[in-house]
C-alpha cells in the first residue's frame, strides 16, 4: 500500500517545526532551528544507503551484521558513542543483538497512550547516559515538553504478522532542542542486524507494514518541543509491573533537573473522556499542537493536552477547540482562544477546511455531522481524499480510537 496524500496534506506538513507557542506562554522559540538540524543529519544518515532495499540489500544487511554486532558489542551499553549509526547494532540498544540482550543501561517502556498502527506489535527502550538530565523548567513551556540531553535515545521495534521488520531510533546529537538523528532500520532475513533504511520501504517483508522515511519521521517527530512523543509526564504515568521505565522509576533515578511528582498525572473526566482524550493526544496531538506548522497555517484545532489544563475536561484545548463554537479559526487573530465554552456555545466548533469533511469539527450526540469521527473513518488507500491522521496507517482504527471518539461525542451534553 501506498502513502497516497493528496498534495494540500503533503504541503501542509512539509516543513512543520515550531511555530507560535500557546497563546499566552512565552515564548519557546529554541525550537526554532530544529529543521535545519534534522536535515542535516538526514544528508549524512543516507550516505551510501540510497537505493531500494529489496533483496540485494537485504543480503548485504546480513552480511554487515556480523561486523556490526562487534562494532555494538565493544561498545558495549546503552551508550556506545556512535553519532549516526547505519546498524542497528551500532546504537547501543543490545548488548548481544543476536540473542536481544539490551544493554546496560536500556530499559523498556510503554506509553499510557499508544499509536495507533495497523495491528504492528511495538516494543520501546530509553537510554539515559551517565549524569543526562531532563529540562522539564525552562521557558515555562510546562511539563509535558521535556527537553532531552546530548546522548539520550529512544528506540521502537515493528512487527507485524509474526516479523519483526524494522527499529526506529529517536538520537539526541546535542543538548539542543530538536538536535536528533531519526531512522529506521530494517531487519534482515536472518535478524542478525538491522540496516538503516533512510528512504523508508512500502510493505516491507512481504506485510501491509510501511517503513516510513526520514522525513516522515519529522512529519511527526518534529512538530512538537523536543520530538520525543511517547515519552512524555503524561505518557509515562502509570504503573509497570514488567519493570519498565515510569515517572516514578525516572524520577527516583535523577533524570530531571526539576521532578514531576512521581505520582505523575491523570487525564480529567470519566473512563470515556479519558479514552477519547488520551487517544487523541498521542494520535492526533503531534500535529494538531500549538509548535505544529499545521496549527498556524491549517486549523486551530488543538489535541495535544496540556498538564496545566487538565482540571476539566471542559477546560482541555482539545474539548475546547472541538466543541466549543467560540473557538477561533486559524486565520483569526483578534478573538481570544476561549478558557470555558459559555453556555449555549457547546454546539460544534466550526471548520477552517470548508471542503474537507462537514461543517463542525465535533457536534455534541451527533456523530454523523462530526469531522472528526468523519475523516478517522476514511483512508485514502482505500478511495478516500482525505484521512485522520494523514500518514502512519492505512487501516481503520475502528475497536479502538474510533469507538472511543464515538463514545465521546454520545456523551456530550448538547
Ligand atoms: C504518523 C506519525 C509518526 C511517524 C511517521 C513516525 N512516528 Fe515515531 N512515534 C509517533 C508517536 C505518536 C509515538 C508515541 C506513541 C507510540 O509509541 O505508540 C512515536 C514513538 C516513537 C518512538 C518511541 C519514543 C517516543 O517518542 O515515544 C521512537 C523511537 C520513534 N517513534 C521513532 C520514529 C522514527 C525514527 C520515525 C521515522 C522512521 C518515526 N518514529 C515515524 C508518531 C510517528
Ligand atoms: C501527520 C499530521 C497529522 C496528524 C497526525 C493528524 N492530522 Fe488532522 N490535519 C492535518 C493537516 C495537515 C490538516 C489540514 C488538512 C488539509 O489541508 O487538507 C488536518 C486537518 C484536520 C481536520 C480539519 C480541521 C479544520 O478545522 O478544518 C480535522 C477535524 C482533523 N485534522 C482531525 C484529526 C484527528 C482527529 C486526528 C487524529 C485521529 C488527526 N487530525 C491527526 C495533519 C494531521
Redesign the pocket.
Known sequence: MKYLLPMSLVLAVTGAACSDPDPGTPGPMAGAAGLGNAGAAGAAGSGGMAGDAGGASAGTAGTGGTAGGGAGGSAGSGGADNPMPTMLSQTGLYSDITAKTLSPGVYAFE?T?????DTAA?K?W?YMPPGGKIQTDANNRGMEFWQFPKGFK???EFSRDGKVI?T???QKLGDGVKDWY???FKWNETQSDALALPD?EMNAMGTQHD????K??????ATTYD??????AL?LSHDDPTGGMTIAKAVELGWFNTAPPATGYKLPGTEVEQKALGYMH??C???HNTFSNVFNAKTSINLWTRLDQIDSVQKTAAYLSLVCDQWPGVNDKQTPFPTECEPGHATGATMDIKDLSKAKRVVPKDIANSSVHHLMSTRISAGATSQM?????EMVDTAGGLAAVEAWINSLAQ
Request: charged share 15%.
Open positions: 506509553p497512550y499508544a499509536l495507533w498502527s511495538k520501546r530509553v529512544l528506540w521502537k524494522e526506529r531510533i529517536l531519526m531512522v529506521a523508508g517503513i516510513p522515511t526520514k516522515q519521521c519529522e512529519d511527526c517527530h520530538n520525543a512523543l511517547g515519552f512524555s505518557q498521542a494520535n496531538g503531534m500535529c491522521p494523514t500518514i502512519g496507517t
